[in-house]
C-alpha cells in the first residue's frame, strides 16, 4: 500500500497569510504514460463531508477559489492557500488514487493564529 | 445537478446488522464507480473500497473483507453498504463517494451509525 504523509499535524496562520501543507507518498504516484500525478486534496470542515479541492495534483476543481493552488510530482507534494481566510479553517487531506487502496494523509488542521 | 443522499443515522446493539444506503441522481448512476470510506470519531478518512457500477463487481480494502458488503440497485441508482456482526469500533461516519476520473468529486453526507449496548 501506498502510505501518504502530512506535515505539520496542524498549523496556526494569520489571516491574510499564506498557509502551506506537504503530503509525501511511499512512492512515486506518477503515471509516466500519461505525466499525471494521481494525486487530491480535500477540505473537510467540522460536520461535513470533504470537498474536493485540488486532482491531478494541481489542477483545481471548479468553483475552488484561487488563493488555493496544489503543486509537487513523483511523492512530494504542497498545498498552498496564498491569503488565508475565516472560512478556510478546516482539516485537509491529500489522497492517492494510483492504485487502490485509494490511502489518505492523516490530515492537516488548519487554524487562525 | 449531482447528488448524493445517504441514509439517516443508526444506532445498533453489538452483533447487529446495518445497511446504509447512498441514492444518486442527477447523472447516469452505472456510468461511475462508487466508493466507502470511513472516518472513526475524531480520527481521519479511511478508504473502505470501491464498487463498480456497471458490473456490481466490488473491491474491498485489507482491513474491510468479510463483515463488509457493498451492493447496489440500479433501478433506483443506489449504493449500499451492509456491516454485519458490528462491534463498537464499527462507530464511524460512513461516507459514499463518486469518482470523477478516480478523484472524488462528489460526497454523500455521511450516515453516523454507533455501535453500543
Known amino acids: 500500500d501506498i502510505v501518504m504523509t502530512q506535515s505539520p499535524a496542524s498549523l496556526a496562520v494569520s489571516l491574510g497569510e499564506r498557509a502551506t501543507i506537504n503530503c509525501k507518498s511511499s512512492?512515486?504516484?506518477?503515471?509516466?504514460?500519461?505525466?499525471?500525478?494521481?494525486l487530491a486534496w480535500y477540505q473537510q470542515k467540522p460536520g461535513q463531508p470533504p470537498k474536493l479541492l485540488i486532482y491531478?495534483?494541481?489542477t483545481r476543481e471548479s468553483g475552488v477559489p484561487d488563493r488555493f493552488s496544489g503543486s509537487g510530482s513523483g511523492t512530494d507534494f504542497t498545498l498552498t492557500i496564498s491569503s488565508l481566510q475565516a472560512e478556510d479553517v478546516a482539516v485537509y487531506y491529500c489522497?492517492?488514487?494510483?492504485?487502490?487502496?485509494?490511502?489518505f494523509g492523516q490530515g492537516t488542521k488548519l487554524e487562525i493564529k | 445537478q449531482v447528488q448524493l443522499v445517504q441514509s439517516g443515522s443508526e444506532l445498533k446493539k453489538p452483533g447487529a446488522s446495518v445497511k446504509v444506503s447512498c441514492k444518486a441522481s442527477?447523472?447516469?448512476?452505472?456510468?461511475?464507480?462508487m466508493n466507502w470510506v470511513r472516518q472513526a470519531p475524531g480520527q481521519g478518512l479511511e478508504w473502505m473500497g470501491w464498487?463498480?457500477?456497471?458490473?456490481?463487481?466490488?473491491t474491498y480494502a485489507q482491513g474491510f473483507k468479510g463483515r463488509f458488503v457493498f451492493s447496489l440497485d440500479t433501478s433506483v441508482s443506489t449504493a449500499y453498504l451492509q456491516i454485519s456482526s458490528l462491534k463498537a469500533e464499527d462507530t464511524a461516519v460512513y461516507f459514499c463517494?463518486?469518482?470523477?476520473?478516480?478523484?472524488?468529486?462528489?460526497w454523500g453526507q455521511g450516515t453516523l451509525v454507533t455501535v453500543s449496548s
Open positions: 463517494a463518486r469518482e470523477s476520473g478516480s478523484y472524488y468529486s462528489y
Open positions: 442527477g447523472y447516469t448512476f452505472t456510468s461511475y464507480a
Open positions: 464498487i463498480n457500477t456497471n458490473t456490481g463487481n466490488p
Open positions: 512512492q512515486s504516484v506518477l503515471y509516466s504514460s500519461n505525466n499525471k500525478n494521481y
Open positions: 491531478w495534483a494541481s
Open positions: 489522497q492517492q488514487y494510483y492504485n487502490t487502496p485509494h490511502t
